[in-house]
């Protein structure tokens, strides 16, 4: 079955530590996201990328960081920069053809 | 600069029909997507219009009107499963860039 995955689904960290969100698929996309959803809100883009090794900041970059090393990963570092870590994270990827985002399941992160 | 509206939340009856409309300004525009997303889970794609006119896909349309920056998606003979949050998104002149608006948050009642 092809799709997104993502991991955990739950993430706990103390403030003032890395951490790392995995996002991997397998539909052979080229291009890649990660969205910050915060209670009652939309979807805020954090970074994308459009091939692998090229990566473009989004509406809300400062104190992320991500690599494309591989066209089916995409991880997501949440520095200790972040201000506001805690949120629901969500990856997705999109096709050319459709131009439709498939989306994982979203990692929710707690931060305190 | 990018901006979309959408109304933050809506109910209607079960059984009912709820029209709920998206005004966009963006500085380019590939298309214009509507997501579904229940609470806690990931978005699910309900349709995607590049041109102006009505798509209709079972009991779920959307319009958009390129001139205007507008769309609207229609559910028709609304059901207690349809009370979810409702996703407005516009790509880029390449499509590959996503803008998503607020949301709507529907809740159909008995």
């Known amino acids: 079955d092809g799709g997104i995955t993502q991991s955990p689904k739950y993430l706990f960290r103390k403030e003032g530590q890395n951490v790392t969100l995995s996002c991997e698929q397998n539909?052979?996309?080229?291009?890649m996201y990660w969205y910050r959803q915060d209670p009652g809100q939309g979807l805020r883009l954090i970074y994308y990328?459009?091939?692998?090794?090229?990566?473009q900041k989004g509406d809300i970059a400062e104190g992320y960081s991500v690599s494309r090393e591989k066209k089916e990963s995409f991880p997501l570092t949440v520095t200790s920069a972040q201000k506001n870590p805690t949120a629901f994270y969500l990856c997705?990827?999109?096709?050319?053809?459709?131009?439709?985002?498939?989306f994982g399941p979203g990692t929710r992160l707690t931060v305190t | 600069g990018q901006n979309i509206d959408q109304p933050t939340e809506m109910t209607a009856t079960e059984g009912a029909i709820v029209q709920i409309n998206c005004t966009y300004q963006?500085?380019?525009?590939?298309?214009l997507f509507w997501y579904q997303q229940h609470a806690g889970e990931a978005p699910t794609f309900l349709s995607y219009?590049?041109?102006?006119g009505l798509e209709e896909k079972g009991r779920f349309s959307s319009f958009l009107s390129r001139s205007k920056g507008y769309s609207y998606l229609l559910l028709k003979e609304l059901q207690m499963k349809d009370s979810a949050s409702y996703l407005c998104?516009?790509?880029?002149?390449?499509?590959?860039?996503?803008?998503f608006g607020p949301g709507t948050r529907l809740s159909v009642l008995p």
């Open positions: 998104a516009v790509t880029d002149n390449y499509g590959q860039n996503f803008v």
């Open positions: 997705a990827s999109s096709s050319p053809d459709t131009y439709e985002q498939y």
């Open positions: 539909l052979n996309h080229d291009a």
């Open positions: 219009n590049v041109l102006d």
């Open positions: 990328s459009q091939i692998v090794n090229d990566f």
């Open positions: 963006t500085s380019g525009f590939n298309g």
